[in-house]
C-alpha cells in the first residue's frame, strides 16, 4: 500500500473558500431549482408526477453515491476525486441549463448528484488535511459548516429570485459559473491530498449503491408501490452489510460504527436534517397557502435562519469546541433545533411573521450552527486519517436520509392531523419530540 500524493501546506484561507464554495454548490443543487419547478413543467409539459424527479433524481444519486465517493477518495486521492466530482456537476449544471426536452433535463439532475457524491466527502476530507486539529479546524469547521447548513434555504431564495427575473434557465447558469469559479482556484489552494492504493470492492459499490438510491426513491414515491421499491433496497442494504463484514477492503469499514463519536454524530445529522428540511418544506405551505406570501417572500422569510445558522457557526461554535466537547454542543444544538420546530406549534391560520415565525425560524438556526460543526468533528473523531472521506460520507448518508426519509415520515404524520393546519401542527410536534428523545441519548450514550 503506498501513498498516492504527499500533503503541502497551502493558503488556508484560500482552501477553506474552495471547499465551502463546493460544499454551497452541492447543497444548494437541491434546493435551488425548487421555486422553478412549475415553469420547468411549464415548458417541457411535465406533469406533476415527473416534475418531482427534477428534485428526487439529484437526491437519489446524491446518496447513492455517497459512501463510493468516499472511498474512492480514500483510494485515489482527495483533490484528485473533489477535481472529478465539481467538473461533472458543473458539466452537467451546463447540459441541463440548454436542455431541450425534459429527459435531458433529469439525466443532467441525476449527474449533478453523483458530482457531488464524489466532491463532497473529498472535500470534507481535504479540509482535515489543510487545517490541523485544534482551534483553526475548529474555526475552519465552523465557516465550512456555516455555509452548508445555509445553503439549503439560501439555494431556495436564490432560485426564485433568479427564476422570477432571469428564467429557470438562469438558476442552472449559476452553477456553472459557480462550479467554474471552484475549479480554477481548486489547485491554488488545495493541497494534492493523500491515498492509499487498494482495491474498490464493486459488490459493495453495486448493492450499496442500488439500496440508498432505491430508499430515497421509496420514500419520495408514496403510496403503496413505496413499500415495494422500500423492500427492495432493503434487501440490497441487508447484503452490502454481509458483503462488508466478510472482504478485506470494504466500501464502508464497519468498525468506524465502533466508535460511538461516530454513531452520535450519525444521529444528530439524521435528527437536524429531518427538522431542519421539515421546516423549509412545511414553511412555503403555510407562507403562501395561508398567509397568502409570494413565492419570493416566503423565500426570503426564510433569512433569518440561514442567518443565524452562518452567525453562530462562524463566530461561536468554533470557539466553543476548544472549550467544550463536541457531544455536549450536540445535545444543546439538536434541543433548539427541537424547540425551535415545536415552536411553530403556535402558528395560527392567520399568523403574524414577527410573533409566530421568526422565533422558531431562530431557534432552529441557532441549534443548527452549533450542531453541524460539532457533528461534523465528532464523525471524524478517533477516525484514521485515511478513512476521513468515508467517514464524512457516512455523516452526509445520514442527512440525506433525514433530508428524504425523515421528512417523509413528517408529511405522513401531517396527513393525519384532520384540518391542514392541524397536521402542520403536528408534524412539528413530532419533529420537536424526536429531536428532544434523541439530545437525551446522545447525552446518554457511554463513551467508547
Known amino acids: 500500500m503506498t501513498t498516492l500524493a504527499t500533503t503541502t501546506r497551502r493558503r488556508p484561507g484560500l482552501a477553506l473558500g474552495v471547499l465551502a464554495g463546493a460544499l454551497a454548490l452541492d447543497l444548494s443543487g437541491m434546493a435551488v431549482l425548487n421555486a422553478a419547478l412549475p415553469s420547468v413543467g411549464e415548458r417541457f409539459g411535465l406533469a406533476d408526477t415527473t416534475l418531482q424527479w427534477v428534485m428526487t433524481a439529484y437526491?437519489?444519486?446524491?446518496?447513492?453515491?455517497?459512501?463510493?465517493?468516499?472511498?474512492?477518495?480514500?483510494?485515489?486521492?482527495?483533490?484528485?476525486?473533489?477535481?472529478?466530482?465539481?467538473?461533472?456537476?458543473?458539466?452537467?449544471?451546463?447540459?441541463?441549463?440548454?436542455?431541450?426536452?425534459?429527459?435531458?433535463?433529469?439525466?443532467?439532475?441525476?449527474?449533478?448528484?453523483?458530482?457531488?457524491?464524489?466532491?463532497?466527502?473529498?472535500?470534507?476530507?481535504?479540509?482535515t488535511e489543510v487545517f490541523p486539529d485544534g482551534p483553526e479546524r475548529g474555526r475552519a469547521l465552523g465557516v465550512y459548516a456555516a455555509v452548508g447548513a445555509a445553503s439549503f434555504s439560501g439555494g431556495m431564495l436564490l432560485g426564485g429570485v433568479l427564476t422570477e427575473f432571469l428564467g429557470w434557465r438562469s438558476v442552472l447558469w449559476f452553477s456553472v459559473a459557480l462550479g467554474v469559479l471552484v475549479l480554477a482556484v481548486t489547485r491554488a489552494g488545495l493541497p494534492d491530498g493523500t491515498g492509499r492504493r487498494g482495491p474498490v470492492d464493486m459488490a459493495g459499490a453495486i448493492t450499496g449503491t442500488l439500496g440508498l438510491a432505491l430508499l430515497v426513491v421509496g420514500v419520495s414515491l408514496g403510496g403503496a408501490r413505496a413499500w415495494g421499491v422500500i423492500a427492495a433496497a432493503v434487501v440490497f442494504l441487508v447484503l452490502f452489510f454481509v458483503r462488508e463484514r466478510r472482504t478485506a477492503d470494504p466500501l464502508l469499514p464497519l468498525s468506524l460504527f465502533r466508535l460511538s463519536s461516530v454513531r452520535l454524530a450519525t444521529v444528530a445529522a439524521l435528527l437536524q436534517y429531518t427538522a431542519s428540511v421539515g421546516i423549509v418544506f412545511f414553511a412555503p405551505l403555510y407562507l403562501q397557502g395561508m398567509l397568502h406570501y409570494s413565492p419570493v417572500e416566503s423565500g426570503l422569510a426564510l433569512v433569518p435562519m440561514s442567518l443565524t445558522v452562518f452567525l453562530t457557526a462562524t463566530f461561536a461554535t468554533g470557539r466553543l469546541l476548544t472549550k467544550y466537547s463536541p457531544r455536549a454542543l450536540m445535545v444543546i444544538g439538536i434541543l433548539l433545533i427541537g424547540a425551535g420546530t415545536a415552536l411553530w406549534m403556535t402558528t395560527p391560520q392567520q399568523g403574524n411573521y414577527l410573533l409566530h415565525v421568526m422565533p422558531g425560524l431562530v431557534i432552529s438556526g441557532i441549534g443548527q450552527g452549533l450542531n453541524f460543526p460539532s457533528m461534523t468533528t465528532s464523525g471524524l473523531t478517533g477516525v484514521p486519517e485515511h478513512q476521513h472521506a468515508v467517514a464524512g460520507a457516512?455523516?452526509?448518508?445520514?442527512?440525506?436520509?433525514?433530508?428524504?426519509?425523515?421528512?417523509?415520515?413528517?408529511?405522513?404524520?401531517?396527513?393525519?392531523?384532520?384540518?391542514?393546519?392541524?397536521?402542520?401542527h403536528l408534524a412539528y410536534l413530532a419533529a420537536g419530540a424526536a429531536c428532544g428523545i434523541g439530545a437525551l441519548g446522545i447525552a446518554m450514550v457511554r463513551r467508547t
Open 59 to 127: 437526491s437519489v444519486t446524491f446518496a447513492g453515491f455517497l459512501l463510493v465517493g468516499g472511498r474512492l477518495a480514500d483510494v485515489f486521492g482527495r483533490r484528485r476525486v473533489f477535481e472529478v466530482g465539481v467538473a461533472l456537476f458543473t458539466v452537467a449544471a451546463l447540459a441541463g441549463a440548454v436542455a431541450p426536452t425534459g429527459a435531458v433535463l433529469l439525466g443532467a439532475r441525476a449527474a449533478q448528484g453523483v458530482g457531488a457524491a464524489l466532491s463532497g466527502p473529498a472535500a470534507l476530507a481535504l479540509l
Open 394 to 424: 457516512v455523516n452526509v448518508v445520514a442527512q440525506q436520509i433525514g433530508s428524504s426519509a425523515g421528512v417523509a415520515v413528517l408529511v405522513l404524520v401531517a396527513a393525519t392531523g384532520g384540518t391542514q393546519l392541524g397536521g402542520y
